[in-house]
RNA sequence: GGGCGAUUAGCUCAGCUGGGAGAGCACAUGCCUUACAAGCAUGGGGUCACAAGUUCAAAUCUUGUAUCGCCCACCA
């Protein structure tokens, strides 16, 4: 067979690609019964492109997905794609405005028809992309969060939440993004500190003339102000109340109040009060049933409240207005101040706090289930930390502002009637007014936050408001796995909307992985510019590449730092695992061999070795994967394949393969095939490509075999499981004890400089008979491993001549020499090796001879020091005598 | 202002319920040994940020300090 000696991935990706989804191995179906494990994708923006955040968050999805699909599950990871408000719209904008077109040229239909259309043409790319990393979604079930369906929900809820009262109408100073032209929530709003200026103004006290000064931030809102607020308890209030104020520049006349709120320690103690531009000023003026002056236009720019300031924009404005203040006497100085501001999630700019007519919702109610679940521990979070957030932000909600003046999205389902003005809520389009039966019903213009959709996912995707049987079978998920930035956005609020619409959690397990990040620490995003493009690691090194290398860099939890470089370590791994592959397929080739297992009895003490690792393997990764832990897990394999089953099984077969024993050969051939076949299992839903690859190139050697036939795919075939009859750790200490025998003995050849191309003589000086049996019976591995053209091996040997020697804990290993031993440097070697020795040993003895810990340490903790005390000692001996008969030579 | 995370080898990081400091990369030396140079063998390298405490025993638990990073918060 001509195999290649490099792994390619390219070719291999996407032949079963494509093989998978002929054969539809990841579809799910609720009629097959068993027991269901479901997770549902956080659906990435139609927008987007792969980045290395989807990267992660779906090959943990995937490991999960295929380790239960192969542990038998019916299992199903539901797919999909988020219509993404604002940003979608951002995108599409963006497009027409290189043509010079704006969204009003095309008016909301025409412009949604657009949407839609770019849609067709370039969204849900990703999907794709997905595809090519490996995901084993349910393709044929893929949702977006305008279907009809899933828009059908948003209505029912929409409706359901509103005669329940939850969801309401009101104004309030909401978040306002001046270049998205719409009202955002809390948690759309980034806070960031910024470098800004406290301003300092004179204000007029009407009847006296006398100045007071407020201090501000954002002097422009003063032509919205309403009043000047002090501390009641501030001696100053009682003289200024009644008292009217004059607005500098503008003129106008506003009240003294005295609010608790103000803090006579911060600015000069009197604040300028905005109700229309501030959320603290709007409480205040509610509380003092001031008037509200909304200053600003939606963009941003100053309307006709304003004065001579009309059709500035704002930070222009803020400009202008200082430098008159300033030349009219007013400004008293600025100070630098820095503040946390607002800016838009999507756009990042800037947002201004605005009186506005919005739709909320009521979160308290909703709320306390979704506290309660957490705390009965119904629902978890990996790592626990997040709970605590999870907690406090619950404890602490405040109302969900869900409109936005926008258009593409759900549209809010409310009429307003034009006779009577009442309002007609309805999943269906009304024809009448539910109250006067006019039919001159208006639908409000605005649509729905992009979350008030994706908060029902876990099961608006199955079907519900009906209670399909999917919803029925696959509800609750089982796992969410996410990005800690969409914990409050998302996840918060599935929980809530679960509970809320379908009396249940929406799933048990919240995996909340780290962030991604560039080698320096940087968050990677695109403006930054310091990306590393997936595709462009699957292009170079291959989605197993990416998928292992990222795995086995992310702790539970933690953030990942990437770098190029470390995708090799994925590389090189499949490279190991190919030739490891070719080399059981270029040895089993030769001779049609039946599919016959070995059997125990047949098993060399190799063989049991190698089964042992491999049981206790199987046993460690299922355990890693249970608790989350990916990264240990695929370690765990990694380490197991590379450092066991290739440095040291591959190399004790070969001498079998190569020899005349028929039927050792048949035993090691299985052995070999087990093991890797085993390996290649586990493997799989870290690498599920090369997995896949060598699975099928295996299995087809041997036409007897029935693991191929029966499964198809190594994607469906079982899942390893351990068995401990098969672990003897009697045998793979002592197998344990050969290879730290042979390490020795290479040590001394490489610290002699000895060539591995000259034969050497070895004598080897077991510890007890047995070992010598056991090391006589290995005798042509050992001359092997060691490159020696003889070994002896007798407990009684004692060395005629100078010969360098290392003590391990199976005995002694002397090495001849061809020319004369340099006595003094190996006296000097060997004291080097016992001075360290010495300082072990004594660390221990001093432990054992501290009465406390002997009384108070576990009885198998002080067993364990004394037999390392033991065995120490006596390795101390032996080097010494070896040392004594040197230095004899010295004399 | 509150909360959280990180600090371990030159670099990037593991180290779960306290009991022998680990990996990968890099480095040094020697090897194209009939699976693999994306490899093999051997080796060097760490006051586990600092300080105090609990304990027979601390990288691991407690408290505090420092540095970096993140999240939340309506002091104008």
Request: aromatic share 10%; proline share 5%.
């Amino acid at each position: 067979m001509d195999i290649p000696k490099q792994y390619s991935p390219k070719e291999t990706e996407e032949k079963w690609l494509s093989f998978w989804n002929k054969n539809k191995f990841s579809h799910a179906s609720c009629q097959n019964g068993g027991e269901s494990y479901a997770i549902v994708i956080p659906p990435p923006n139609v927008t987007a492109a792969l980045h290395m955040g989807h990267a992660l968050n779906n090959t943990v999805q995937d490991i999960l997905i295929r380790w239960r699909r192969m542990q038998g599950y019916n299992t199903l990871w539901m797919p999909g794609t988020d219509h993404a408000g604002i940003a979608t719209q951002n995108v599409v904008e963006k497009q027409l405005a290189r043509e010079n077109r704006s969204r009003d040229d095309l008016g909301r239909e025409k412009f949604i028809d657009h949407v839609w259309k770019w849609r067709e043409e370039y969204g849900g790319k990703i999907i794709n992309q997905l595809k090519k990393l490996g995901c084993s979604c349910d393709w044929e079930r893929e949702r977006f969060t305008m279907d009809e369906g899933l828009s059908r929900a948003v209505k029912e809820v929409f409706v359901r939440l509103y005669n329940k009262g939850l969801v309401y109408q009101g104004d309030y100073i909401i978040n306002w993004c001046p270049r998205c032209h719409t009202a955002l929530s809390d948690e759309e709003a980034e806070h960031r500190d910024l470098d800004g200026a406290l301003y300092y103004i004179n204000y007029t006290v009407k009847d006296t003339g006398e100045k007071i000064t407020v201090a501000t931030t954002r002097p422009e809102t003063m032509l919205g102000d309403t009043a000047v607020a002090l501390n009641p308890k501030d001696e100053r209030y009682a003289k200024l109340k009644g008292k009217k104020i004059v607005l500098p520049i503008v003129n106008r006349e506003i009240d003294v109040i005295g609010d608790e709120f103000v803090d006579t320690s911060f600015g000069t103690g009197i604040v300028k009060v905005t109700p229309a531009h501030d959320p603290n000023d709007f409480e205040m003026g509610l509380r003092h049933n001031l008037p509200s002056i909304n200053v600003m236009n939606h963009d941003g720019t100053l309307n006709e409240k304003a004065g001579p300031y009309k059709d500035m924009d704002r930070f222009h404005c803020r400009k202008q207005l200082v430098e008159d203040l300033k030349e009219s006497g007013y400004l008293v100085k600025i100070d630098k101040h820095q503040h946390a501001v607002g800016h838009c999630y999507r756009c990042h700019t800037i947002i201004e706090p605005r009186l506005s007519r919005q739709w909320f919702v009521k979160m308290k109610p909703l709320a306390e289930p979704a506290i309660k679940v957490v705390l009965d521990k119904k629902i978890t979070f990996l790592p626990n930390r997040w709970e605590k957030v999870y907690l406090e932000w619950m404890t602490n909600i405040r109302d969900w502002c869900i409109s936005r003046q926008i258009w593409w999205g759900h549209r809010i389902p409310v009429w307003t009637c034009q006779e009577c003005g009442k309002l007609t809520v309805a999943v269906d389009d009304p024809t009448q007014c539910a109250s006067c039966k006019s039919k001159n019903l208006v639908q409000d213009n605005d649509v729905l936050d992009t979350w008030f959709s994706s908060w029902l996912w876990p099961f608006s995707t199955f079907g519900w408001p009906d209670v399909t049987p999917d919803l029925k079978f696959f509800y609750p998920t089982n796992t969410l796995a996410t990005a800690p930035e969409i914990l409050f956005f998302w996840v918060a609020r599935m929980i809530m909307a679960g509970l809320e619409f379908m009396g249940d959690i929406p799933f048990q397990d919240v995996y909340l992985h780290g962030t991604v990040r560039d080698d320096s620490g940087t968050k990677m995003s695109k403006s930054l510019g310091n990306t590393i493009d997936p595709l462009d690691v699957i292009e170079e090194f291959g989605a197993d590449a990416l998928r292992f290398s990222m795995i086995s860099i992310t702790a539970q939890g933690q953030d990942v730092y990437l770098s190029p470089s470390k995708f090799e370590i994925g590389r090189n791994f499949a490279n190991k695992l190919w030739n490891a592959s070719r080399f059981l397929l270029m040895n089993f080739g030769e001779e049609t061999e039946s599919f016959t297992p070995y059997k125990k009895e047949d098993l060399s003490s190799d063989d049991k070795y190698i089964l042992g690792l491999l049981n206790k393997t199987i046993k460690g990764v299922t355990e890693a994967l249970e608790q989350f832990r990916f990264n240990e897990a695929a370690q765990i394999v990694y380490d197991f394949f590379w450092h066991s089953y290739c440095d040291k099984y591959i190399e004790t077969a070969k001498p079998v393969l190569y020899g005349d024993d028929k039927d050792a050969k048949h035993t090691t051939r299985m052995v070999l095939f087990d093991v890797l076949n085993q390996t290649l299992k586990m493997l799989h839903p870290f690498m599920p490509f090369i997995s896949e690859e060598l699975w099928q190139l295996l299995h087809s050697i041997f036409p007897d075999d029935t693991e191929l036939a029966n499964y198809k795919s190594i994607m469906v075939a079982p899942w390893p499981k351990s068995d401990d009859a098969m672990i003897d750790d009697t045998i793979i200490n002592r197998v344990d004890q050969k290879f730290e025998m042979v390490s020795a003995g290479r040590n001394l050849r490489s610290e002699y400089d000895i060539p591995p191309s000259s034969e050497l003589t070895f004598f080897i000086k077991p510890e007890t008979g047995e070992l010598q049996s056991y090391f006589v019976s290995e005798l042509i591995m050992l001359k092997k491993f060691l490159r020696a053209s003889s070994i002896t091996i007798d407990t009684e040997f004692e060395p005629q001549s100078g010969l360098p020697s290392a003590v391990v804990k199976a005995g002694t290993i002397f090495m001849s020499l061809e020319g004369a031993l340099d006595a003094e440097k190996e006296s000097d070697r060997l004291e080097g090796k016992l001075d360290k020795l010495r300082k072990a040993l004594m660390g221990i003895r001093k432990k054992l001879s501290n009465q406390s810990f002997v009384n108070n340490a576990p009885a198998n903790v002080v067993e364990k020091e004394r037999g390392k005390e033991a065995e120490l000692s006596e390795q101390c001996e032996k080097i010494e005598q070896n040392l004594a008969f040197i230095r004899s030579l010295l004399k």
